[in-house]
């Protein structure tokens, strides 16, 4: 095939569909159906109905089955993505115990950073894409730092707390007559060495 030829893959998002293109004003709405979707309570017909009347109150030309119908497909997918990310994230923070939320902030972020190397290097990122690729690989690299930056300053909390307690241990031992043996193998065991 000549490089000049079109796939029969689609290119980027395709045509808007007329619950795209609806005005601002719809915005509530579509969230509403799109929470209404999400929490699968009520039949996708009746959803519909309701949406349409929704659209109605507010001037708004109403939404046809089938274009309903493909938008909410497309939602499905996006919960059960979403609900699946949830899934992985949680049981990953269950596994990694107090480390936890450190480790996911690094997974989280070497995620993003692969992700944005895919598309670049697939080469189909217009320059909006591309800005946006980059503020997320700068979020997951601020969230490392403010990770990283949290935890030292924890453990030197703890180290603090930890010295002062060695040293009301001290005065105490010395106090009652502690002998120094027995003040050495308290430290040892409070980690002090």
Known sequence: MNEA???DRREGRGRLSSIDML???ADAEIMWAAEQLRERAMPQNLILKEFNAR???RGIGSVSKSAFSRWSIRKAIQFRR???VRTITGQM???L???GPDQVTIA???MIKVSAYELLEGGKVDSKGLQEVGRAVQSAVNAQKSSAEARRKLEEDVALRLAKARAA???VGKKAGVSSETMAEINRALGAG
Do not use: K, M, R
């Open 5 to 7: 030829e079109p796939t």
């Open 93 to 95: 923070v269950a596994n």
């Open 108 to 110: 989280v972020a070497e």
């Open 55 to 57: 659209l109605a109150d």
């Open 169 to 171: 241990i001290d005065g």
């Open 23 to 25: 005005p601002e004003d």
């Open 97 to 99: 115990g107090t480390d």
């Open 82 to 84: 979403l609900d699946e």
